[in-house]
């Protein structure tokens, strides 16, 4: 049994039909309206006071060896070895330009750290390149750095202001130009151009100045680099600020910024050769000046102009020697300036890239050194010193370091050997040549000297032209493809979208809370409830009634009232095979208390009356009894009755005013034991009596949902009257009615629907019988039916 019961109580607890859904939501139109009207009119809300942002982008070409790029003034000197030595990469570069330190550097030139500001009601008015007036300062103090400093400038006549700080302290009045003394530091306020043609005379305008690093970071934030294609250098840029102009100045500076670094960056390996070889140069020249002085001292001392060799045939066999060892000599020189060099200098310098250029190991671990030191220094812009790839690049540093000392080492053994090579060689011929005079020997020794300076001194002449050349044709690192522009309409907020938006939360935000509330109230509402779940047969509807001891009598012409006669109408159905002569025993309850069978059983009895017909009206609910509540009664009724022997019935039953043959049979006082109360065979007499002196008897009686005192006398009913009441009765419960009527508990059992809203399209107006097809009903509904009912049903008939 109680499995039936929980089963019956899942079957009855959800599901509504698609047409009662919809009659639902139709139903609550308004509601959809308002939350349109509202959402809507917030949305122009927040467009008129919202401030619109645009975007602002702009393209350019980054040359990029591994995928090529645009040609430039050094492809023409691209045999030069000292043109060679810095590449870029796409990626790394992308990275330079989003870099904290170019943005910084960025803001700080542009002065975007300064923000000036027309004050609204609701909201204020940058006035980028519009400020009728210009803020600069001269000095900050310590601690106000990483501050945000506002002031308020009011025009105050001619050529003064008055300023006030950020809480409208004034801080006085002063001239245009005149150095401000500030807590904050020491700044200068101009007025400009546009002060004149500025809309409002005379001008209030707040002037932010926020930290350089702070206005970066937000304009780090919203910049966006990315490449336009996979197999292109072309990259890019775009901002989203709510100042177009100044999007686009931001973009551009950046460039700008970006290319003047990078032609530094190329600069610093030609400057730092250039120098080298300066001073190699003045070194050159004063050892030359001394070899040419000894060997003009030398021919003045001897009264000599030109030796010539008694043997020209062993001299020209030894020159060839003698070319050799002078250009050993050089090499070794060169080598000795190159190890002196090394040793001087420290692990940031960069080391000379085109000096030894007959040993290609050598020029390019060189190459490679100075590679390196020019990205360990540029990451060291951007990270510190201790950063894991700064820690890697240094030790790639000095392992290349001490691979250009081993190389230069052996080159020296190399040169050394030959050397020893050249001189033996040499000797031979000295040694055949031995009568060639002493001044002859010592003019060649000066000479040779003279020849090995003059030498080094044009080899250095040389690459000081070529690093001239590369410093005057260094050119930027990005073409600019597009300039930076600013789309005219704004990204967001996207008027369409958020009107677009709007409605449907209009729409949606009701249809949640109506979906919400549906869900959460399981509760009866009318007759399409009940139909689609239970089989019991329906009497009809009883409207809302706006008083609550409502008697009917001849002349009520309210929906209640006429529902009840039409429910008087549809009972006469039910008493077929009552015997005649017999009254016709109408019992009325509920499932649960405070459904409003006491009101329907004292109106359908009042209603009944009025027909001419003799009808008592029984209080037979003796735990909580109502009766009283309608009826102007003794206390003294049914349970004193039962309870005694010396009570005549004719006494206790009580003619009501206003009515010729209605009588009223009250529940008396609440017995401590109502079971077995009705259980006395008295209760049997007491009907077969009743039976025999009127017409009709409604009997109302307890909720059979609570006690069994219902189910005790319900053989003495020739009909039940089963009250559910509309909004207020759980579906779940629907399983106790639909329980007794399978088990035929209550004999000639129907239901009627109580307190129903014919506003919301519950029920079916006044009511209407549905009890075996028997009846019509009022129908009045088809009077007062609502414009989207009418939509429903014509579909349906189309349908």
């Keep these: 049994m109680e499995s039936e019961i929980t089963q019956s109580t899942n079957k009855f607890s959800s599901g509504n039909s698609i047409e009662a859904q919809i009659n639902y939501y139709l139903s ?20 008129r006071y919202s401030i619109p942002q645009y975007s602002a982008s702009t393209t350019l070409m980054i040359k990029d060896e591994k995928k090529g790029g645009v040609a430039t003034e050094q ?11 810095v590449k870029s990469n796409l990626d790394n570069e992308i990275e330079v330009i989003k870099s904290l330190t170019m943005i910084k550097e960025t803001v700080r030139v542009l002065g975007l750290n300064v923000s000036y500001f027309n004050e609204g009601r609701v909201k204020s008015e940058e006035l980028y390149k519009k400020s009728p007036v210009q803020f600069n300062v001269l000095n900050i103090k310590e601690g106000f750095e990483q501050r945000t400093l506002i002031y308020k400038v009011i025009s105050s006549g001619a050529n003064q202001f008055e300023l006030f700080d950020r809480s409208d302290v004034k801080l006085g009045t002063f001239q245009y130009g005149q150095t401000l003394q500030l807590k904050e530091g020491t700044a200068v306020l101009f007025e400009t151009d546009k002060a004149n043609t500025f809309k409002e005379n005379p001008f209030k305008v707040m002037v932010q100045m926020r930290p350089i690093s702070s206005v970066a970071g937000k304009f780090k934030g919203k910049l966006n680099v990315k490449k336009v294609g996979d197999r292109t250098t072309i990259v890019e840029l775009s901002l989203i600020d709510p100042v177009k102009e100044k999007a686009e100045d931001f973009l551009n500076g950046l460039i700008r910024v970006y290319n003047q670094d990078v032609v530094a960056d190329k600069n610093l390996v030609f400057e730092n050769t250039s120098k080298f070889i300066n001073d190699r140069l003045k070194i050159i020249e004063d050892e030359l000046e001394g070899v040419e002085k000894s060997a003009e001292a030398f021919k003045i001392r001897n009264h000599v102009t030109d030796i010539t060799s008694e043997s020209s045939l062993y001299l020209s066999s030894a020159s060839d020697f003698e070319r050799k060892e002078i250009e050993t000599e050089t090499k070794l020189k060169v080598v000795d300036v190159m190890e002196e060099y090394l040793k001087k200098i420290s692990k940031d310098d960069l080391i000379p890239a085109n000096i030894l250029t007959t040993d290609a190991s050598a020029s390019g671990l060189i190459e490679q050194y ?4 020019l990205e360990r220094n540029r990451m060291l812009k951007n990270a510190g010193p201790q950063n894991a790839v700064i820690l890697t690049l240094n030790k790639k540093i000095d392992a290349l370091r001490l691979d250009i000392d081993e190389v230069l080492a052996k080159l020296r053994v190399q040169l050394e050997v030959m050397r020893k090579d050249v001189a033996y060689q040499k000797a031979v011929f000295n040694g055949k040549i031995s009568k060639i005079p002493t001044l002859e020997r010592e003019a060649r020794a000066l000479g040779r000297q003279q020849q090995i300076k003059e030498a080094l001194y044009l080899y250095l002449l040389q690459k000081r032209e070529e690093t001239a050349i590369s410093l005057a044709v260094t050119s930027p690192n990005a073409k600019v493809v597009d300039p930076a522009i600013a789309l ?5 907020p996207q008027r369409g979208s958020i009107y677009m938006m709007s409605l449907a939360a209009g729409l949606l935000v009701p249809f949640g809370v109506l979906y919400l509330l549906s869900m959460l109230d399981n509760k009866v ?21 706006d008083s609550n001891d409502e008697i009917i009598s001849s002349s009520s012409r309210s929906a209640s009232a006429e529902a009840i006669r039409i429910v008087r109408t549809n009972l006469e159905f039910l008493f077929n095979q009552v015997p005649e002569g017999q009254a016709k025993t109408i019992f009325v309850t509920s499932t649960i208390p405070k459904e409003g069978k006491t009101f329907i059983a004292v109106n359908l009895a009042g209603t009944i009356a009025l027909s001419g017909k003799k009808v008592l009206v029984v209080g037979m609910d003796i735990r909580n009894p109502k009766l009283e509540n309608y009826l102007d009664l003794n206390p003294v009724g049914v349970t004193n009755y039962l309870s005694t022997n010396d009570l005549e019935l004719s006494d206790l039953i009580q003619k009501q005013p206003g009515f010729e ?10 017995p401590p034991n109502p079971a077995e109360l009705l259980m006395n065979k008295k209760v049997n007499l007491l009907f077969e009596k009743l039976k025999k002196e009127f017409d009709y008897i409604v009997v109302d009686t307890a909720p059979v949902s609570l006690v069994t005192d219902t189910l005790l006398i319900a053989h003495h009913a020739h009909s039940f009257v089963y009250v559910t009441r509309a909004n207020y009765l759980d579906k779940r419960m629907l399983h106790v009615p639909d329980l007794l009527y399978r088990e035929k508990k209550l004999p000639n059992m129907a239901i009627l629907i109580n307190d129903t809203d014919i506003k919301k399209g519950y029920g079916y107006g006044y009511g209407g019988y549905g009890y075996g097809g028997y009846g019509y009903g009022y129908g009045v509904e088809a009077q007062n039916k609502k414009w989207y009912s009418a939509i429903l049903d014509k579909f349906k008939k189309e349908a």
Excluded: M, Q, T
Aim: without cysteine; charged residues 15%; positive net charge.
């Design 28 to 47: 609550n139109w308004k509601w959809f309206v308002l939350g349109v009207i509202v959402f809507v009119s917030g949305a122009y809300v927040y467009l």
């Design 370 to 373: 100075n590679k390196l030191v």
């Design 488 to 492: 005219g309409s704004p990204v967001s």
């Design 661 to 670: 043959a209605f009588y009223a049979f009250p529940s008396g006082v609440i």
């Design 75 to 85: 492809s023409a000197f691209s045999d030069l070895a000292v043109l060679s030595g």
């Design 525 to 545: 509402k009318g007759r399409a409830d009940i139909e689609s779940k239970l089989s019991i047969p329906i009497l009809g509807d009883v409207p809302h009634s």
